[in-house]
C-alpha cells in the first residue's frame, strides 16, 4: 500500500491536534532504533556468543545516556494521547481491550517469526550461541509489559487535575523508590524488592496527563527539569548511584532494570523538559514535510520498535560467522560501524514498508467487537490484560527459553481469555439490544 502524499496527511489530520505528542513518540523512537546500532557489540569466542554493548568500556557513551535515554517520552506520549479517551464511568477493561488490541496485534506476528527462526537455528548454531540470541529475542517486550500496567493505571492517573495532585502524585512514587533503593542497598537478600519501583513508569503517565491538562505551563516546567537535572547530579556525585541510565554489567545498583531513584529523577526531568519544548515542536510540526513524517512513523512505531532488533542481532551473527566481529579495539571498527548503520537502515525501512500492514490491518480471531459495559466481566478483562504485561515483564529475564517460555504462555493464554471474555460480552450485549445494534 503506497503512502498518502503530504497534501493528503495534512487534510486528514484535525485542526486541533496535538502534533507535538507525535513527533515526540516517533523522534524518541528513531533515538532508541538508533541508539541500539550504534551501541552494540558482539564477537563468537570458542563457539560463545559474547552480545555487549559501548557502555562497558566508555565513560562518555555512559554520560551520553542521561541525553539519549528516552524511554520516559513513551510512556509520557502514550499518557498524553490516552488521557481524553478515558472518561469515568466507563468500561475499564473495554477501554484498556482497545488500546491492547493495536499494541498486541503486531507482536503476535513478532512471536510467532522468532518461534520459526529459533526452530531453525537451534540446528545449526553451538549451544551457546543458540541461548543468547534466544534469551535477547524478546527484551524490548519489556516496554510492551510496562506501558499496558501503566495504561492500567489511567483512572486514577486520570485524577490529575491541579498541580497539588500532580506534585502529590510524583512525591508519591519518588518516596517509594527512594525508599526501596535504601532497603536493596543495605540488603542484598531483598533485592527482589526492587521491581516495586516499576512503579517508576506511573511518573511519566501523571506528567502526560498534567501535560494535557496544561497544568504546567513551558517556565514552570523548565525550572522542574533544571531543579531535577541538579538533584541527580547530586546523587551522583554524593549517592551509590553509577553513571549509566541504561544496564550494564557490574553496577552495584542497576539504574534500568529495576528502575532506581536517579531514573525516576530522570523521568521527571524527561518529561519536564518535553512539556516546555511542546509549544516549539508543536511550530516546527507544522511543516508539511515534517509532519508528513512523524504522522507516517507513529502509523507503524510498533513495527519500527520490534523489527529493529531481530534485524539488528541477525546482523550481528552474519558479520561474526564473517569474521568481523565489531568490539571495541577491533582494527576496523569505525568502517564496521558506518557499514552496519548503513546497512541497518536499509533494512530496518525496508522492514517497516513491508510489515507496517501487520501492525494496522485486523487481525482475524483478536481484532473485532469489544464490551463497553462497566461490571465483573470489564473488571475480569483489564485484570486479564495486567496479568499479560506481567507476564511479559517477567519473559524478558530468560527470553525465549527456559522459564520464559512459561510466561510467554502465560502472557499468551491472558491475552487469548480477555480477548474471548470481552468478545463474549459484546456478542451477548448485540444479542440482547439488537435494535440498539
Known amino acids: 500500500m503506497p503512502f498518502p502524499t503530504p497534501a493528503q496527511v495534512a487534510e486528514q489530520t484535525p485542526a486541533d491536534r496535538d502534533r507535538a505528542i507525535d513527533v515526540i513518540r516517533i523522534s524518541a523512537l528513531v533515538g532508541v532504533v538508533a541508539g541500539h546500532t550504534v551501541m552494540a557489540t558482539s564477537t563468537i569466542r570458542d563457539d560463545v556468543f559474547i552480545w555487549d554493548n559501548l557502555l562497558t568500556t566508555s565513560v562518555v557513551f555512559q554520560a551520553l545516556t542521561w541525553v539519549l535515554q528516552i524511554m520516559p517520552l513513551f510512556f509520557f506520549a502514550g499518557a498524553a494521547a490516552s488521557a481524553t479517551s478515558w472518561k469515568p464511568g466507563i468500561s475499564w477493561g473495554g477501554w484498556l481491550m482497545k488500546r491492547c488490541t493495536r499494541l498486541f496485534r503486531p507482536v503476535f506476528w513478532y512471536l510467532a517469526f522468532?518461534?520459526?527462526?529459533?526452530?531453525?537455528?537451534?540446528?545449526?548454531?553451538?549451544?551457546?550461541?543458540?541461548?543468547?540470541?534466544?534469551?535477547?529475542?524478546?527484551?524490548?517486550?519489556?516496554?510492551?509489559?510496562?506501558?499496558?500496567?501503566?495504561?492500567?493505571?489511567?483512572?486514577?492517573?486520570?485524577?490529575?487535575?491541579?498541580?497539588?495532585?500532580?506534585l502529590v502524585g510524583v512525591v508519591g512514587v519518588y518516596a517509594l523508590v527512594a525508599a526501596v533503593d535504601a532497603v536493596r542497598l543495605h540488603d542484598t537478600e531483598l533485592a527482589l524488592l526492587g521491581y516495586v519501583n516499576m512503579a517508576v513508569w506511573l511518573v511519566p503517565g501523571m506528567f502526560g496527563v498534567a501535560y494535557r491538562r496544561r497544568l504546567l505551563d513551558g517556565a514552570a516546567a523548565l525550572w522542574v527539569g533544571l531543579g531535577m537535572f541538579a538533584v541527580n547530579v547530586g546523587f551522583l556525585v554524593f549517592g551509590p548511584y553509577e553513571l549509566s541510565l541504561v544496564g550494564i554489567e557490574g553496577q552495584r545498583l542497576a539504574n534500568m532494570t529495576p528502575p532506581s531513584l536517579l531514573l525516576a529523577g530522570h523521568a521527571i526531568m524527561m518529561c519536564a523538559f518535553a512539556i516546555a519544548a511542546a509549544p516549539a515542536i508543536n511550530r516546527w510540526a507544522q511543516r508539511p514535510r515534517v509532519w508528513w513524517l512523524a504522522a507516517i512513523g507513529n502509523s507503524g512505531a510498533m513495527t519500527l520498535y520490534l523489527w529493529h532488533m531481530p534485524a539488528l542481532l541477525l546482523m550481528h551473527l552474519a558479520f561474526d560467522y564473517a569474521g568481523l566481529d565489531r568490539y571495541p579495539g577491533q582494527p576496523n571498527f569505525l568502517a564496521l560501524s558506518v557499514i552496519q548503520l548503513l546497512m541497518m537502515l536499509a533494512v530496518v525501512g525496508a522492514l517497516f514498508v513491508a510489515l507496517r500492514p501487520l501492525e494496522n490491518n485486523p487481525l482475524p480471531g483478536w481484532d473485532g467487537a469489544i464490551a463497553v459495559s462497566p461490571g465483573p466481566r470489564s473488571a475480569a478483562v483489564g485484570a486479564l490484560l495486567c496479568v499479560a504485561g506481567a507476564a511479559t515483564l517477567a519473559a524478558v529475564k530468560w527470553g525465549l527459553k527456559d522459564d520464559g517460555i512459561a510466561c510467554v504462555a502465560v502472557m499468551l493464554a491472558a491475552l487469548i481469555a480477555a480477548r474471548v471474555l470481552s468478545r463474549a460480552a459484546a456478542d451477548t450485549t448485540a444479542t440482547a439490544h439488537p435494535a440498539a445494534h
Open 114 to 166: 522468532w518461534a520459526v527462526t529459533l526452530v531453525a537455528l537451534q540446528r545449526i548454531l553451538p549451544v551457546h550461541v543458540y541461548e543468547p540470541i534466544a534469551g535477547i529475542s524478546v527484551q524490548l517486550l519489556w516496554f510492551l509489559g510496562a506501558y499496558v500496567l501503566m495504561l492500567a493505571a489511567m483512572p486514577l492517573l486520570h485524577r490529575i487535575s491541579t498541580v497539588g495532585h500532580l
